[in-house]
């Protein structure tokens, strides 16, 4: 398989609240787990290197989100010319509180031009906004994908790389 493109995803509670994320070792499938809070809407930039083009962006197996193209500029202010920025708000609203012990492998696909499906997942734990366990753990300023692909196939598979 060869890299096709990278992907990274930026999350911010449009309530200002942080989320965090817990290292989770072997207990769960994933080794990390990202805190999210149900009734809550979410922030999401995505950036795709080399730039491609979105056509649908779904989380979690609902609708595509309603998403538009962002400025892409580096912190310097400079235009990043082989990326490609999109930006949308998530709603948490259909999802309940996860039971202690228990957690969830959220989907998410991208479809991009040319017909290739990106899908990813990240293991989460919903909590009530109220509750201060929602708060606790290590910050997420943005999670990334490396994202390959086989010659001829339509499916990427994504590998996350890290949380930043």
């Given at each position: 398989m060869a890299r096709w493109v990278e992907a990274l995803l930026e999350i911010k509670a449009a309530s200002g609240q942080l989320v965090t994320f817990r290292r989770e070792g072997a207990r769960f499938s994933q080794d990390f787990t990202v805190k999210l809070c149900v009734d809550q809407t979410y922030n999401l930039t995505l950036r795709l290197e080399?730039?491609?083009?979105?056509?649908?962006?779904?989380i979690g197996g609902q609708d595509s989100?309603?998403?538009?193209?962002?400025?892409h500029k580096t912190k310097g202010g400079h235009s990043h010319t082989d990326s490609a920025d999109?930006?949308?708000?998530?709603?948490?609203?259909?999802?309940?509180i996860t039971s202690?012990?228990?957690?969830?492998d959220l989907v998410m696909d991208l479809e991009l031009e040319g017909g290739k499906l990106v899908r990813t997942s990240t293991q989460v734990?919903?909590?009530d906004q109220k509750m201060a366990a929602s708060r606790l753990g290590k910050p997420v300023h943005a999670i990334t994908f490396t994202c390959d692909v086989s010659p001829g196939q339509p499916c990427v598979t994504a590998r996350r790389g890290s949380i930043l």
């Open positions: 080399p730039a491609c083009k979105l056509i649908a962006w779904r989100l309603t998403f538009k193209p962002a400025d999109y930006t949308a708000a998530w709603s948490t609203q259909e999802y309940r202690p012990g228990q957690r969830h734990k919903f909590y």
